[in-house]
C-alpha cells in the first residue's frame, strides 16, 4: 500500500518540466559521441520534449547533437521548436531527411515552419513537397502574416450537403488521403460553400439513414481567410470551437483551422503581451545570443533613461527643499514605489481585458470608475499607514500629512493611468502592451514626486 500511495503521490507531482537526469545523460552522450546511447535516450520522447532540449542546452551541444543525431529529425519535432532555433536545425539536417521530414507534415504546419526562413531555405523545403502540396503552401503564404491563410491547413474532409450517414461513413473508409487528425466532417453545397458541420462522434453514434442536415452542430462559424489570427483564437476560445472552415472572399472553402492552431495563437499572444509589457521584445527566447538580447532590449532601456531624465528634472524644481529636510529623501521612493505597483496592477488587468475583448465600450466606464474608487480607498488606506509611519519616524505630524496626501494622490492617479493609457493606445491604434508599461511608471513617478515635494514645499517650509 506504501508503495502504491507513493507512486500515485509520484503521478500528482510531476509537473511535466524536462528530468535533469535525463538531459545531462544526453549530454554526456554527446560528449562522448556515443549515437546509439543517445539515440535509445531521445526515440522514446515525444517531439515537444525533444524540441524543449534542442533548445534549452547550449549552441554548441546542440550542434554536436545535430550532427550525432540530426537524422532522426522527424516532421513532429521541426513543427515543435522554438523559431529561434529552427533554422539552425534545418541547416544541419541532411536533405533527404529534411524532405522527408516535410512530407509528414500538415500544410499549415509546412507554412508555420517556412514563413521566416530565408529564401534559399524556403525552396529547398518547398521542393521536397509534391506539386499539389506545394502549390497549396506558395498560397497560403500569398496571404497576409498573422491572419487566417496563413494558419489554415488546406487538407478539409467534406460531405455534400445531400448525404446521409452511411454514405458519408463508405466514403471515409474508402478515402486514402485523410488529414491524421480532424474533428468535423464540413457539408457543402454545389457551389463549395460550407453550409455547417457534423462532429465525428455523431457520426459514428448516428443511425446510417440519418441526413447529415439532421446532425449539423450549432456552433459552426466560418472564418474569413483574411481574418486576423488573434481574432480567430478569440472565436475558438469564446464559442468553443474545435475547428472551423476558413472561406475566400467568395465565401468558398479553402481550408480548415483546428483546435491546436488556435491555442497556440493565444499562447503566443499572452507570451507577447507579458514580454511587451516587460519591455524586452515580443520575441524573446533562452536561445537568444548576447547580441540579439541586447538588440531588443536596448531601445527599451534608451526610452526608460529618457523618462527617468523628466523624472529627474521634477525632482530637481525642489531641490532646496530636499537640502533642508533630509527626511523627504528618505520618503520619496515609499511614495514612487507605491505609486508605480498600484499603476502596474490596473494596467495589468486592463491590457488582459482589452486582450480578451472582456473590456468594450459598452463597459469601459464602469470600470474606470471601479478602477478609480479602489485606487482612492488604498490611496487612503496607505496615506494613514504612511502618515504614522513618518510622523512615528521623524516625529513631525505635518510631515505625516504630506506623505498620507501625497499618497491618497498618487495611487488614484496610478489607477486611472494604469486603465486609461492603454486604453487611449489602443484608440490610436497601437498594441496596449507595447508601452503602457512606460508611460504608466512615468506619469506616476512624475505626479507623486511633484504632489509630495510640492506639499513639503508648502506645508513644512
Do not use: C
Not at 9 to 26: A, G, K, N, P
Not at 47 to 54: G, K, S, T
Not at 70 to 91: C, K, N, Y
Not at 438 to 451: I, K, L, Q, Y
Request: net charge negative; hydrophobic share 50%.
Amino acid at each position: 500500500m506504501a508503495e502504491l500511495r507513493a507512486e500515485e503521490q509520484d503521478r500528482e507531482e510531476q509537473d511535466y518540466s524536462l528530468d535533469t537526469d535525463l538531459v545531462d545523460q544526453i549530454l554526456e552522450a554527446v560528449h562522448a559521441r556515443d549515437t546509439a546511447r543517445l539515440t535509445g535516450l531521445l526515440e522514446s520522447l515525444h517531439a515537444a520534449d525533444v524540441a524543449d532540449i534542442l533548445e534549452q542546452i547550449g549552441g554548441p551541444d546542440r550542434r554536436a547533437l545535430l550532427a550525432l543525431w540530426g537524422r532522426e529529425i522527424d516532421g513532429d519535432i521541426l513543427s515543435e521548436v522554438d523559431d529561434a532555433i529552427r533554422e539552425e536545425v534545418i541547416e544541419a539536417m541532411p536533405k533527404d531527411v529534411l524532405a522527408e521530414a516535410v512530407r509528414e507534415l500538415e500544410s499549415d504546419d509546412v507554412v508555420d515552419l517556412i514563413e521566416d526562413l530565408e529564401e534559399p531555405q524556403q525552396e529547398a523545403i518547398l521542393g521536397a513537397l509534391e506539386e499539389a502540396d506545394r502549390a497549396a503552401v506558395q498560397q497560403s503564404l500569398t496571404y497576409p502574416e498573422y491572419s487566417a491563410g496563413r494558419l489554415m491547413q488546406r487538407e478539409v474532409v467534406t460531405a455534400p450537403e445531400h448525404w446521409t450517414v452511411g454514405q458519408t461513413i463508405d466514403y471515409l473508409r474508402a478515402t486514402d488521403w485523410l488529414p491524421d487528425q480532424f474533428y468535423h466532417v464540413i457539408l457543402v453545397d454545389p457551389a463549395h460553400h460550407p453550409q455547417g458541420y457534423v462532429t465525428l462522434g455523431k457520426l459514428l453514434s448516428a443511425k446510417r439513414a440519418t441526413p447529415l442536415r439532421d446532425i449539423v452542430e450549432d456552433s459552426f462559424r466560418s472564418i474569413s481567410v483574411y481574418q486576423e489570427e488573434a481574432d480567430v483564437a478569440y472565436a475558438f476560445n469564446q464559442y468553443h470551437l474545435i475547428s472551423a472552415p476558413v472561406v475566400d472572399e467568395h465565401d468558398r472553402l479553402i481550408g480548415v483551422i483546428t483546435i491546436d492552431d488556435a491555442m497556440a495563437v493565444l499562447d503566443e499572444e499572452h507570451e507577447e503581451d507579458f514580454l511587451r509589457l516587460a519591455g524586452v521584445g515580443d520575441e524573446s527566447s533562452l536561445s537568444d545570443t548576447v547580441p540579439e538580447t541586447m538588440r531588443q532590449r536596448l531601445p527599451w532601456l534608451g526610452i526608460n533613461v529618457m523618462t527617468a531624465i523628466l523624472v529627474s528634472g521634477v525632482i530637481s524644481l525642489f531641490e532646496g527643499t530636499i537640502e533642508r529636510l533630509v527626511a523627504l529623501a528618505v520618503l520619496m521612493p515609499i511614495v514612487a514605489s507605491m505609486g508605480g505597483n498600484a499603476g502596474t496592477q490596473t494596467l495589468a488587468v486592463a491590457v488582459r481585458a482589452l486582450a480578451t475583448k472582456s473590456l468594450t465600450d459598452s463597459n469601459v466606464w464602469r470600470v474606470v470608475r471601479r478602477e478609480a474608487l479602489v485606487g482612492l480607498i488604498n490611496g487612503t488606506v496607505f496615506g494613514l499607514v504612511m502618515g504614522l509611519v513618518a510622523w512615528t519616524w521623524f516625529g513631525r505630524p505635518e510631515l505625516g500629512l504630506v506623505i498620507g496626501a501625497a499618497m491618497v494622490v498618487n495611487l488614484f492617479v496610478a489607477a486611472l493611468a494604469g486603465i486609461l493609457v492603454p486604453l487611449g493606445l489602443e484608440k490610436m491604434g497601437a498594441d496596449p502592451a507595447l508601452a503602457s508599461g512606460t508611460f504608466v511608471t512615468t506619469m506616476t513617478d512624475m505626479v507623486g514626486f511633484f504632489t509630495f515635494l510640492g506639499l513639503a514645499a508648502a506645508v513644512l517650509l
